[in-house]
Every structure is written in C-alpha cells, then in structure tokens.
C-alpha cells in the first residue's frame, strides 16, 4: 500500500495538518500513537491491518503509552499483550494527570 493511500485512510484525524507533508516512512510512529489516540474501532482494525499488532505494540511500549485515554490504554494492554505490570506502572505516574482528566 502506497503513502497516500494509508494517509487518505485515516485523513479525518490528521484535519490540522498537511496531509502531503506526512510521509508513512518519516512518520510512522507519529501516525500509529495518533490513530491508537483518536481513532475509531475501525481505524484501529485497519491499523492493525496495515503495520500489524507487533509494530503497533513496539509503538505503544516506546511510548509508554503517553497520551494515550486510561480506558483506550486497558483495552490496548488487552490487545496488543502489553505487560499489565508495566501499564499499571505508566497510569500510576503523575505526569499522567494531564491526560486523564
């Protein structure tokens, strides 16, 4: 599947940016953390089919699930098999605060 192709699939979460100026190599993680955020189950399900729940789980794991809705994040560590320890960890943080309100 080509550049714009995965773009235009998920267009409606990217209205505040160019879409000609995000590219699937440069900004993959970018993308994935963006529509794991704000996307529908259907979005999520056509994630999964374009990069695949190993690199979807590599992205969350990096980011320690940073921005990431509490509730998205326990059905996320369900899905992609996410330590529950670790998850448990990250909401724990303060920092999290932010998002969780």
Request: contains cysteine; hydrophobic residues 40%.
């Amino acid at each position: 599947m080509e550049n714009f192709e995965i773009i235009n699939r998920f267009k409606h979460l990217f209205w505040q940016y160019r879409l000609d100026s995000l590219s699937v190599d440069k900004h993959k993680e970018f993308i994935i953390h963006k529509v794991l955020c704000c996307g529908t189950i259907s979005d999520i399900n056509e994630l999964r089919d374009i990069f695949g729940d190993k690199e979807i789980r590599e992205v969350i794991l990096k980011s320690k699930g940073r921005g990431i809705e509490k509730r998205r994040l326990r059905f996320f560590e369900t899905i992609f098999d996410l330590p529950h320890e670790e998850v448990g960890r990250w909401l724990a943080d303060p920092l999290r605060k932010i998002w969780d309100r």
